[in-house]
């Protein structure tokens, strides 16, 4: 069945850095466009990064420069790095996979800025 898991969601400080990843199974991980998005507490979820199939990336404007979306077919693995984290910045981060009319999220993983 289809799965995608994440993790490496923690407690982390402002200024410092987290990568998470998303293991993904149970569908063909190269034809999908694999997207990272957040949901803070009272909030709407948000998209925060997509890696295209054919390589083009796109970012949300709050984390551009900061957060780096890369993807490697080869382990159906999605990861995002995150660098100068600030307390906005927490959050629940969702693994999201689509293609055509299929659509699949993961379970989340918390990450939580704070000093």
């Known amino acids: 069945q289809v799965q995608l898991v994440e993790s490496g969601g923690a407690l982390v400080q402002p200024g410092g850095s987290l990568r998470l990843s998303c293991v993904a199974s149970?569908?063909?991980?190269?034809?999908?466009?694999m997207s990272w998005y957040r949901q803070a507490p009272g909030k709407e979820r948000e998209m925060v990064a997509q890696?295209?199939?054919?390589?083009?990336?796109n970012y949300a404007d709050s984390v551009k420069g900061r957060f780096t979306i890369s993807r490697d077919n080869a382990k159906n693995t999605v990861y995002l790095q995150m660098d100068s984290l600030k307390p906005e910045d927490t959050a629940v981060y969702y693994c999201h996979a689509t293609w055509i009319y299929r659509i699949y999220w993961g379970q989340g993983t918390q990450v939580t800025v704070s000093s």
């Open positions: 149970g569908f063909t991980f190269s034809n999908y466009r």
């Open positions: 890696a295209h199939v054919g390589g083009n990336i």
